[in-house]
């Protein structure tokens, strides 16, 4: 049985080398940022193969080119294929992406969750491999849901064949997909190309206004897109919670976008699926969550 790959995920250089020091310090390390001991232990069990770089969700946490070059520093360093993680793209951004991309090292993947950045890379950078994020292969992930009758409107809406001609068009070579909150054994074996699949945590939704950032303003300015960002959400994050509900899937709020943990139920299909060569990445993060 082959082992899916391991993508350690980061929005800013930090010391990574416990993920590859011996077993039992690696179970310890993964068990304490993942707060789940079992998964820990799985996770340890994989050999880091990639290392994710920056932030699917927030344009202030694209890293500049200092940044961006400790990070592919750090990559090669503990000999990791290296990918840059791009969020929706402002003409900001996609100026930005202009300057950053060159950067890269030959065949580094770029995780696109915008049709332009998409377009930028293929007809101005085709040597470096894109990646279609999770922004773009979209699914229903509410936590409000009520049980598994919603499970066929819960999976990627990637079987259709004019999204699957846009990738071909653009070049997107993998796709990036959240665990479905009613998964079963199945979910993931008609994707059409290699998958990769974000844990433990599934993204709700996301928007501009950062909350973190905005609790200290007051006034007509608060939870306004556009002020200057101090990165506040790498520091505070949120539990979310219903009065009077008790949601299956615990959420959590940190800077613009929401997440939801997944279950014990999610994380048995994910490792089904891994065994069964359904899924070929996890992604985990490599700092507290």
Request: hydrophobic share 40%; aromatic share 6%.
């Amino acid at each position: 049985m082959t082992k899916p790959q391991l993508a350690i995920s980061l929005t800013r250089p930090a010391p990574i080398g416990w993920a590859t020091s011996e077993p039992g310090e690696r179970s310890s390390v993964w068990s304490g940022l993942l707060d789940d001991a079992e998964l820990g232990a799985w996770i340890a069990s994989l050999a880091p193969t990639h290392l994710y770089f920056g932030s699917e969700f927030c344009e202030h946490l694209l890293p500049g080119k200092r940044t961006l070059q400790a990070g592919i520093d750090l990559a090669q360093q503990h000999q990791l294929q290296f990918a840059l993680l791009t969020p929706i793209a402002s003409p900001q951004v996609l100026r930005d992406l202009h300057n950053l991309l060159p950067l890269l090292p030959p065949s580094s993947e770029v995780i696109v969750n915008d049709w332009g950045v998409a377009r930028l890379l293929r007809e101005s950078f085709p040597g470096l491999r894109a990646c279609a994020g999770r922004i773009l292969c979209r699914m229903i992930k509410d936590p409000r849901l009520g049980g598994p009758e919603w499970a066929a409107q819960c999976n990627p809406a990637i079987a259709s064949s004019h999204f699957q001609a846009i990738l071909g068009r653009l070049g997107l070579a993998r796709l990036e997909i959240d665990v479905p909150i009613f998964a079963y054994d199945g979910a993931f074996a008609s994707t059409p190309l290699p998958v990769s699949v974000h844990l433990p945590y599934a993204y709700v939704a996301k928007g501009r206004s950062c909350r973190p950032g905005s609790m200290s303003i007051t006034g007509p300015e608060r939870f306004a897109p556009g002020r200057k960002c101090k990165k506040e959400c790498l520091t505070l994050t949120a539990t979310t919670t219903r009065p009077h509900q008790h949601d299956r899937w615990p959420t959590r709020h940190t800077g613009n976008t929401i997440y939801s943990r997944h279950t014990n139920e999610m994380l048995a299909a994910v490792r089904a699926a891994c065994e069964a060569g359904q899924i070929d990445r996890v992604i985990v993060p490599g700092e507290p969550a």
